[in-house]
């Protein structure tokens, strides 16, 4: 089953992303701590007015099946250009053969061609998305950690 790839507007597939964010969230660790999933298309919109936020979007027969935000602004450290991912979803069905392999490909090559000079994923350390960044020449880079503070 072959997907296709584009970058919409937020405005054109709040609806299907919130659907699919939400799906995502109850696989996360956030959702298991209690943490309550509540995006705001207004501030979503700000960045990608700005041109810093971009909305990737997979598709299967015009089905909406995955999604993945992107940030990309200049690094606090260096002014170059840093592509930062928001969140990457697929729908369970489609994580498959090289489904998110020719996703995340497609997202590197958007973003280099928007002057990304530098790309950050993320993956949690039980996710079989790992193997497959690693695969793609991306290197282990940092751990983060987290905590509430409430």
């Known amino acids: 089953m072959s997907l296709t790839f584009a970058v919409e507007p937020l405005v054109d597939i709040w609806d299907e992303m919130m659907e699919c964010a939400f ?9 298991k701590n209690g943490e309550t999933l509540c995006p705001k298309l ?13 909305e990737f979007v997979a598709r299967h027969d015009g089905d909406f ?32 053969g090289r489904n998110a392999l020719r996703f995340y490909q497609f997202i590197e ?17 039980e996710s079989v998305a790992n193997k497959l960044l690693t695969h793609m020449g991306c290197e282990h880079s940092a751990n983060q950690y987290s905590k509430r503070l409430d």
């Open 65 to 96: 099946v995955g999604f993945c935000g992107m940030y990309l602004v200049p690094s606090m450290h260096t002014q170059e250009a840093l592509a930062t991912e928001d969140i990457l979803y697929i729908k369970p069905e489609y994580r498959h």
């Open 42 to 54: 207004s501030r979503y919109q700000q960045y990608e007015k700005l041109g810093w936020y971009f």
């Open 23 to 31: 799906a995502h969230w109850l696989e996360t660790s956030m959702y």
């Open 109 to 125: 090559v958007e973003m280099q061609q928007r002057g990304a000079k530098k790309i950050m994923l993320t993956a949690p350390p």
